[in-house]
Every structure is written in C-alpha cells, then in structure tokens.
C-alpha cells in the first residue's frame, strides 16, 4: 500500500463523527502532504468514500481523478462460499487555486 493510500473499513452504525474525522484527516494530512490521495472501500463502505470525495469536491480542496468500481471475490468466514463484494477505488488530486503551476502539478 502506498504512503498516500487510504483504505476505508465499514463499521456498522457509524456515528456521522467519525466520517468528519476521517474527512479532516484527509484534507489536513493526505491533500495537504501528498497533494493527491487515494481512497478504496469494499462493500458496505462505498458510501463513506463517495461522501468524503463529494465533500472535498464541494469545499473546492480536490478534484476526481480516477474513480473506478469493480467487483472482488472473497470468502465467507462463516459458510465457506465464494461471495462478490463491490470495491470503489478514487484518486483525487488538489486544487492549485493560488498555488504556482507548473505542468500538471501544484508547488507549495
């Protein structure tokens, strides 16, 4: 896994708080540092990826590079069988808004 990646990990019941932290984590570590980041869920924790990029998307901090679904196949613990569970990967790279451009990339 790279140093810019995020997986995130469904949690049943998620309290709305933890989906602000996450998202004050990405913006102040990840978009900050990096100036992209890379965000994947499988499953029930699709909703938490679209909702943190469609944030910073709104807020004018990041753009949607690459957003790609696909399906993976697992094994349930319990019965033994082979399940498909959806997976979402996004890469979303900052806004240089007064930033210095050079080429494609923001310098700070």
Not at 19 to 24: K, S, T
Not at 28 to 56: D, F, Q, W
Not at 71 to 91: C, L, W
Request: with cysteine.
């Amino acid at each position: 896994m790279e140093k810019n990646q995020i997986s995130v990990v469904g949690v049943p019941d998620a309290i709305p708080f933890k989906y602000m932290d996450l998202l004050i984590y990405v913006k102040e570590e990840y978009i900050k540092r990096y100036n992209n980041v890379k965000l994947s869920a499988l499953g029930m924790a699709i909703p938490t990826v679209v909702l943190i990029s469609e944030i910073l998307k709104e807020d004018g901090l990041a753009t949607q590079k690459l957003i790609a679904i696909s399906t993976v196949q697992m094994n349930d613990k319990f019965t033994s069988r082979h399940i498909q569970k959806a997976k979402v990967y996004a890469r979303l790279t900052q806004i240089c808004s007064t930033k210095l451009k050079l080429g494609k990339d923001c310098i700070i």
